[in-house]
């Protein structure tokens, strides 16, 4: 299988310890050795890893979970979130695919070539069954997490292509229209989805890819988004991102250390959808393109954005008081009697106070798509969520944001999709097996 | 200036310096301390930069040298390039902007918000002079280049808007028509551009658009694209990058550490143009969009691959033998006779052999931008050289290429612009004095 004259590489070699800077006297690993290892120092070390914290890029995160990784991971720098849409109405091929994605995911999830051979090995005569822009980069922490739409149950012209429909879950519908939705169908919804995630673009680029390129003839890229999110991986990994806005964003967002909160507003849990039983131990994934009118917004002052937002620019202290982390104060009043805290001041509508108490898990990206024809800048916020029924979760609290927050005159929705997350993959298994059995 | 209860922010102090982990007991720095540093480590440590090399992110480069930074500075990991139209036929309109984004530039680079107030001081009323989603970032290398289109000189009509028809580079005119050219008018040409290079994609985000607000009324972006290079910041900083076909690109390009040869091919010598001794110690930027066929040429074969390119996959060693840097033997025949490297081989034509010795000093990057109408990636090569003449180190070359070689079936040049690049600003100057004076 390998042609030695061809400088071979062997499937189960990292990208790196064959190509890097640790790459002398590469041994053969059995392919267990890869996996299941989180940051593992021994395979990954090299000259620039210093200190007990493993640098960002060196981190490889378990494929193989409870849950999917993707969801409760620390987020990374870096996104590639592709929809697809299935080009074929033949089950086992749409089941062959997620097994060779599956299968795909395992291995770039940890750092290794796409396929069993790699780029550069194989037989000669035939395409690589990896593209090899990813040799000798580290494992970027990238995690693959996949997603099921409503058009895979039932497409738009009401068709049932993979017998599918009668386990759909309930809260697995196309969202809702809401005010001011201005939604692009070429960025919106897809019959499957997956978001790389990854603290290296090129990592992250290179999975999609490699994916897209697996589905080849079953499916094919319907859109797909790039995000950056703050800093690199020098950062303490601790500090609040800014969007585009300037803002700190997702203070107030769900983390990975609270199992508790985890399983009351993330995980499906067992029995809540007769018909979906599958999707027990997954989520839903909500995701908006959302543009922002950066240029007005840079012509705004500082109190009218602060007065929008309802947090101080510098700190991202709630303007009630206090610093980041400190709950907001909305019946505290200043001089003339109003609320420091306007009445539709986003963080005072988005506050689980005033929606029934609901949280989410937010794992949103900044992103800049070039310019538009009106010679700006083409830049917001993808925003995704992952809630356990976004019919309690998501939908009530847009309703409310879209018609009454004073931010939405900078906001505009340009894309939208809803998918159901299964859970983990169990070893031997494939994504959303315990759907098609 | 400063509300000292409103978390005030004084203009001389770094980003980081405020709002970073090292950020407590903050004291005021004078403007000087922070020019011309590059690395400074007193002012940027912090617990995540451990060894003696410093950590890319935290790199600075000094503004005010004999060049613009970002041609032979070490090349970043990311990029934000925008080309701008300017609004007005106002000359001193003109002659304000250059100087206000030169102070602006001198700024950003150094890690410095955009205005001397900062994001989050200033009058309450009035819009920050600094947008603020780089807050608590570092430098991360940031480099700004400027350049000046032809079309600033006399545009589409034939108008000489700002007196400067008489000052234009004899090669300073659009690119010619290449054979397989597919250019879109939106993401081609501009009076004037940016390239903005940094390890952290928001810091390079922020330059662009915090100098496109600053533009308002005088100039707007036309169209602008992000990049990204290969892996981040604990890369030995020495590996040639991979283009999106995986193979190593840029093996051959000219490098900082070779001046002698910076002073052949890059820089325009003094008396090059009697009527642009402006541009002397200046450059030209040559910039291509070539989207790239990732999904055809994810079907060919490795060999066909490696015969289009005329490297090795793995290790990019030329096909007759060696390893990466080996010179290529182009005479060098295989079993029946034909020559290993290929008549049409990619690096057989862009060989300074084939091309008159000339030699350029590239700056690409990978792009992905979605997808296309036909659901595949839009991604490619943001190509940008920087030459001493593009009549003889780009056009001939390029006019080889696109009638030549074997690998254009897989490429199509979508974008292209030329600009002229003024030499190095000295302090108190502005970007392109010379030409105005």
Known sequence: MTEPEREPT?????????????GAGAALLGAGVAAG????????????????????????????????????TPVQDRLHFAAFDVTTDDRPALIDLLRRWTAAAA????????????????????????????????????????????????????????????RQPAALRRLPHFPADKLDPARSDGDLCVQACADDPQVAVHAIRNLARIAFGTASVRWSELGFGRTSSTSTGQQTPRNLFGFKDGTANLKAEEPGLLDDHVWVPAGADPRAEWLAGGTY????????????????????????????????APLSGGSEFSQ????????????LIAADAHVRLAHPDANDGVRMLRRGFNFVDGTTGLGRLDAGLFFIAFVRDPRTHYIPMQTRLSATDGLMEYLQHTGSGLWAVPPGIAEGSFVGEALFS
Not at 10 to 22: D, K, M, P
Not at 328 to 339: K, M, V
């Open 10 to 22: 062997a499937g189960g070699l990292s990208r790196r310890r064959l190509f890097g800077t640790a």
């Open 37 to 72: 290892v989180v940051g593992d120092r021994a395979l990954h070390d090299h000259g620039a890893a210093t200190g007990s914290a493993v640098p960002a890029v060196e981190r490889r995160y378990p494929f193989h979970d409870g849950h999917q990784a993707g969801i409760a």
């Open 107 to 166: 291995r770039l999830t940890q750092g290794l070539g796409a396929g069993e051979l790699g780029p550069t090995s194989g037989p000669y005569d035939a395409p690589p069954d990896d593209t090899g822009e990813a040799i000798g980069l580290p494992p970027a922490g990238l995690t693959l997490t996949f997603g099921f739409g409503p058009s895979l149950f039932r497409d738009d012209q009401g068709r049932d292509r993979f017998g599918l429909a009668g």
């Open 285 to 316: 994934l909500v995701a908006r393109r959302i543009s922002m009118a950066v240029e007005p917004w840079d012509r705004t002052s500082l109190r009218e954005q602060e007065a929008l937002i309802g947090r101080t620019k510098a700190a991202g």
């Open 328 to 339: 907001p104060d909305f019946r505290l009043a200043g001089r003339g009697g109003e609320p």
